[in-house]
C-alpha cells in the first residue's frame, strides 16, 4: 500500500534522522500520522504536503501534480506525468484550446468549450450530457479550470473529467 508521497516523507525524516515524532512536531502533527503517511494508509492534506514537499526541495508544481495524482483510482494516475518533457509535449499538442472568458455565464462557457474544436473529446461528452449538467451545475472557474489544467494532459474520457470537476471542487473546499 506504499505510497510514492509515503517514500518521500520515510526518507526525508530517515535523512533527518528524525523519529516520526520529532518529524510529525516538526509540521504540527502526531508520530503515528507520519506512520499513516509512510505506510499509504492516509494522505496529508494538500497544504500539509506543500509545507513537506518545500523541506523536501520538491518544487511546488510537482507537488501538486503527485498529491492530485494519488487522489486519483490507480487506472487514472498514469493520466498525470510528472516528467516535464512530457508535460510540455501534451500541452503543446492541446494548448490551441480556447480561453474560457472570465465573466462568462456558465451556460456561456458550456456553449463556449462545445463550439472548441481543439477542446478534449471527454470535457465534451461530460458537458453534453445534460443529466450530469443539471447534477454538477459546473460553474464558469470550474469550466475554466478543467479546460486549462486537465485539458492540457489530453481528451480522457467523460468519467475522467467529471472525477477531475469532484477533485476541483476539493480543491476549492480545503
Given at each position: 500500500?506504499?505510497?510514492?508521497?509515503?517514500?518521500?516523507?520515510?526518507?526525508?525524516?530517515?535523512?533527518?534522522?528524525?523519529?516520526?515524532?520529532?518529524?510529525?512536531?516538526?509540521?504540527?502533527?502526531?508520530?503515528?500520522?507520519?506512520?499513516?503517511?509512510?505506510?499509504?494508509?492516509?494522505?496529508?492534506?494538500?497544504?500539509?504536503?506543500?509545507?513537506?514537499?518545500?523541506?523536501?526541495?520538491?518544487?511546488?508544481?510537482?507537488?501538486v501534480l503527485?498529491?492530485?495524482?494519488?487522489?486519483?483510482?490507480?487506472?487514472?494516475?498514469?493520466?498525470?506525468?510528472?516528467?516535464?518533457?512530457?508535460?510540455?509535449?501534451?500541452?503543446?499538442?492541446?494548448?490551441?484550446?480556447?480561453?474560457?472568458?472570465?465573466?462568462?455565464?456558465?451556460?456561456?462557457?458550456?456553449?463556449?468549450?462545445?463550439?472548441d474544436r481543439?477542446?478534449?473529446?471527454?470535457?465534451?461528452?461530460?458537458?453534453?450530457?445534460?443529466?450530469?449538467?443539471?447534477?454538477?451545475?459546473?460553474?464558469?472557474?470550474?469550466?475554466?479550470?478543467?479546460v486549462n489544467?486537465?485539458?492540457?494532459?489530453?481528451?480522457?474520457?467523460?468519467?475522467?473529467?467529471?472525477?477531475?470537476?469532484?477533485?476541483?471542487?476539493?480543491?476549492?473546499?480545503?
Amino acid at each position: 500500500m506504499k505510497s510514492e508521497i509515503g517514500t518521500l516523507v520515510g526518507k526525508s525524516r530517515q535523512k533527518f534522522e528524525l523519529t516520526q515524532d520529532q518529524f510529525g512536531r516538526k509540521y504540527n502533527v502526531s508520530g503515528p500520522a507520519i506512520f499513516k503517511f509512510e505506510k499509504g494508509y492516509v494522505k496529508p492534506s494538500l497544504d500539509l504536503w506543500l509545507l513537506m514537499a518545500k523541506d523536501m526541495e520538491v518544487d511546488e508544481q510537482t507537488a501538486v501534480l503527485m498529491w492530485v495524482r494519488s487522489k486519483l483510482p490507480r487506472k487514472y494516475q498514469s493520466f498525470i506525468s510528472l516528467d516535464t518533457p512530457a508535460v510540455s509535449e501534451t500541452a503543446k499538442a492541446y494548448g490551441r484550446t480556447k480561453k474560457v472568458p472570465k465573466e462568462a455565464e456558465p451556460e456561456d462557457a458550456r456553449k463556449h468549450v462545445l463550439a472548441d474544436r481543439a477542446a478534449p473529446k471527454g470535457l465534451k461528452r461530460l458537458l453534453k450530457d445534460e443529466d450530469l449538467w443539471a447534477l454538477y451545475k459546473p460553474q464558469t472557474h470550474e469550466i475554466s479550470i478543467l479546460v486549462n489544467t486537465f485539458g492540457q494532459l489530453g481528451d480522457g474520457s467523460k468519467s475522467s473529467y467529471r472525477e477531475a470537476l469532484r477533485l476541483i471542487r476539493e480543491f476549492s473546499c480545503t
